[in-house]
């Protein structure tokens, strides 16, 4: 993974983060009665000067910098710097140099975290031995060209299509219908998310299908989600949006 470049913001947030003057920093700590915390501090700010990149982690408000030998953890507005040791626990890693922490951070093992996508209320297509997991909003059009495309693919890959209602009212309704339906028949849910018929199954009844969404939605927002269709390949990879060449994407070329 190409290491990510500055983003204008956080870049010029660091800047002047690096450039207060060092007095400030030890007349701070001369009111406390020490000197060194305030040295410290002086030192972490002249290496904010000379960072070598930057990388973006899955958490909001954290950048992961190199700057000098070291490895800093960054508040998006500067003012925090976190000196580690860090490590990333859904890989058992820690994390030792920006290429390593960004490409942990763009993938997911979701038998390490324990995740079945069955209890997401996962849709299965196909038989092959690789799982793909795919989420998906039923009214989402990016979502609907994505599906075309996988029964082709279906004799390779497993598919499971999570249903997530991202786009308001009328994707909690789908949801809901192709959640309780898929308790009594996955099948005839699978067939209807495929085929875009979900508006006729029946409304459901008092909570059935409920409990599913409710895990898809969390762990979306664990997995930091913010649009669909969005995939999780065979190795973990990570992919928000219809990969270009989808067939090419999934074997990891």
């Known amino acids: 993974m190409k290491r990510a470049t500055k983003r204008p913001l956080t870049a010029m947030l660091l800047a002047l983060a690096a450039g207060v003057p060092a007095g400030v920093g030890a007349q701070t700590d001369a009111v406390n009665g020490a000197a060194s915390p305030g ?5 972490i ?12 982690l899955p958490v909001a408000g954290v950048q992961m910098i190199e700057a000098g030998e070291r490895l800093l953890f960054v508040s998006a507005n500067g003012r925090y710097v ?16 920006l290429e390593q922490g960004g490409r942990l951070a763009a993938r997911i093992d ?4 324990g995740l079945d996508p069955a209890t997401l209320g ?13 989420y998906v909003d039923p009214r989402c059009p990016h979502c609907r060209g994505l599906l075309d495309k996988l029964p082709a693919l279906a004799e390779r890959f497993r598919f499971r299509l999570v249903p997530l209602p991202v786009l308001g009212p009328d994707s909690e309704a789908a949801v809901a219908r192709l959640d309780c339906l898929r308790e009594k028949d996955q099948p005839a849910a699978r067939e209807a998310l495929l085929a875009g018929t979900f508006d006729r199954i029946p409304a459901p009844e008092g909570t059935c299908g409920q409990a599913a969404a409710q895990r898809a939605l969390v762990t979306a927002q664990l997995l930091g989600l913010a649009g669909v269709p969005y995939l999780i390949a065979p190795d973990g990879r990570l992919q ?4 270009a060449d989808l067939e090419a994407w999934l074997e990891g070329k």
């Open 82 to 97: 976190f000196t580690g040791p860090a490590w990333d626990l859904w890989h058992g890693a820690k994390l030792t140099s």
């Open 122 to 134: 996962a849709l299965d297509l196909g038989s092959g031995e690789r799982e793909v997991v795919v």
């Open 110 to 113: 979701l038998k390490r975290l």
């Open 39 to 43: 040295s410290e501090a002086a030192g």
């Open 240 to 243: 928000e949006g219809v990969p």
């Open 45 to 56: 700010r002249a290496e904010l000067r000379a960072i070598k990149g930057m990388q973006r």
